[in-house]
């Protein structure tokens, strides 16, 4: 009983100075050597922890029934706390980083802003790349809008051509009816309707399959 209690407070004691070392990595985000000595520190009492935590898995199974349950919660606390812990120490390490490689980003643009035109006797100024890449892509954004309006100006025209010929059809009927026409006129007409409509379809898939293309490669 005495070793489990001594652990349990010792590992209370951990993780309560843990998270205090986070306020002091919280300072030190302007000095890299501070910041790393800092996380340093909290990864390796994260790790102790750790170790606390298996160690007082194994001595609550060897506690009395009457006590076991009480301690089992109290050691699921800890490890619960072990775990906030080790997040939010990555979340804090990522965070570091990316503001790191922001900075360095910028001083290298900084360090790249300006050069001698040895040629000129002037200065000139170093035009980005990346302006260049973004002017590029929306170059090829605007030139993909206009090939999707061409698409969908085409897809309405051969709408209406869809409801002309249907129109077009309604009236050879009607006059085919008026004038008495023959039944092979009329398969013939009939026929010649479902081969426009699959050539119209046809274009319409046509169409909007280059659209398809253009969207996803573009």
Known sequence: ???VDSLYNQTSRLIQETQEHFYRLDRAKHS?????????????????????????DILCHKEPVSRRRHLSIKI????????HISSALQSVRYEWDR????????????????TY???????????????????SLQNANRGVDDLISSGSSILDNLRDQRNTIKGAHRKILDIANTLGLSNTTMRFIERR????????FLGM??????????????
Do not use: G, W
Not at 32 to 56: G, H, M, T
Not at 76 to 83: A, F, N, P, T, W
Not at 208 to 216: E, H, K, S
């Open 1 to 3: 009983m005495a070793e």
């Open 99 to 114: 503001n790191l490689q922001e900075q360095r980003q910028r001083e290298e643009l900084l360090q790249q802003s300006f």
């Open 205 to 218: 898939f046509i169409t909007l399959v280059i659209i398809f293309l253009i969207i996803y490669y573009f």
């Open 32 to 56: 890299i050597p501070e910041f790393e000595a800092i996380e340093a520190e909290i990864r390796n009492k994260v790790d102790i922890i750790a170790r606390n935590c298996n160690r007082l």
């Open 193 to 200: 309707r479902t081969e426009d409509m699959y050539i119209l």
């Open 117 to 135: 035109n040895r040629n000129s006797d002037a200065t000139t100024i170093l035009v980005d790349h990346s302006i260049h890449h973004q002017n």
């Open 76 to 83: 699921e606390q800890l490890k619960y706390d072990h775990r």
